[in-house]
């Protein structure tokens, strides 16, 4: 037991008694906000024994209670908005520091299938982002940090999340690449501190989905590069990665999906 915990903590960043709680008053957020339980029966739904145990816990993760919580979080948020949040909260939760995360043996690396690069007309989409820049090997590491602080404030300060976590490279060199990782947001808000705001940039872009481990996303990159070139296009502003399925839901690496985005000019 004290192993797997030593070993839990290094990968997840957290022990398992405080990941289970984390989770447990994430959803129980998420519900408040996206539907009209009574606190009560948020409380018992969430594994808490009393509404106290349960206001108690709730106060020490968010600043508030969770009637203060339910009237000030996700303001202006409309219904569908409030649904997808709480939908994002239960899949993206778990895992949220475990994308990029590097495996154990070279032999369990699948490699990455054949994928199709398509050209597609995306919306801006407002972000909360932070900024790094790291070597390729510190990237696993510093993503996990950045995007559960990222995901952290969104709970904390009430903002709707709207897509899956991402990461976006606006330099990348032999030696260190700067990223900039974070959450879609359902509306623009203000940053805080080293959390940033800003978009994701519409218009016209590459898009090819990454099937496999996270080692290989290169060859994704490396041929939405080569299409540009034949085609006669160019970048037209830094790509950024999606992580659409997460470690969590599919424990063998074949079955990860990462959706690369490359604006075009």
């Given at each position: 037991p004290f192993h797997l915990q030593r070993l839990f903590r290094r990968q997840a960043?957290?022990?398992?008694?405080?990941?289970?709680?984390?989770?447990?008053?994430e959803r129980a957020a998420a519900t408040l906000v996206a539907g009209r339980e009574r606190v009560l029966?948020?409380?018992?739904?969430?594994?808490?024994?009393?509404?106290?145990?349960?206001?108690?816990?709730?106060r020490r993760r968010f600043g508030r209670t969770p009637s203060q919580y339910r009237r000030a979080a996700l303001a202006g948020a409309t219904f569908a908005e409030r649904a997808r949040h709480a939908a994002l909260v239960a899949r993206v939760g778990p895992?949220?520091?475990?994308?990029?995360l590097p495996l154990a043996s070279s032999e369990r690396r699948p490699a990455m299938s054949a994928s199709t690069v398509v050209r597609r007309e995306l919306d801006p989409q407002p972000i909360l982002f932070m900024r790094g820049r790291v070597s390729r090997r510190e990237l696993p590491a510093a993503l996990g940090r950045c995007l559960g602080a990222v995901y952290a404030h969104c709970q904390q300060a009430g903002?709707?999340?709207?897509?899956?976590p991402f990461c976006r490279y606006p330099a990348m060199g032999p030696g260190l690449l700067t990223f900039e990782a974070g959450m879609p947001v359902a509306s623009a808000v203000a940053g805080?501190?080293?959390i940033e705001a800003g978009l994701l940039q519409g218009g016209p872009a590459a898009v090819a989905v990454h099937?496999?481990?996270?080692?290989n996303l290169?060859?994704?990159?490396?041929?939405?590069?080569?299409?540009?070139?034949?085609?006669?296009?160019?970048?037209?502003?830094?790509?950024?990665?999606s992580?659409?399925?997460?470690?969590?839901?599919y424990p063998d690496p074949a079955d990860w999906r990462t959706e690369v985005c490359w604006p075009i000019a």
């Open positions: 960043g957290e022990t398992p008694k405080q990941y289970v709680l984390r989770l447990r008053l029966d948020v409380a018992l739904s969430s594994g808490f024994e009393s509404h106290e145990v349960f206001a108690r816990a709730f895992c949220i520091r475990l994308f990029r903002v709707a999340i709207a897509g899956v805080d501190g080293e099937a496999g481990a996270y080692e290169a060859d994704t990159y490396a041929l939405i590069e080569r299409w540009l070139a034949e085609s006669g296009l160019h970048p037209g502003g830094p790509p950024w990665e992580y659409v399925t997460d470690p969590a839901d």
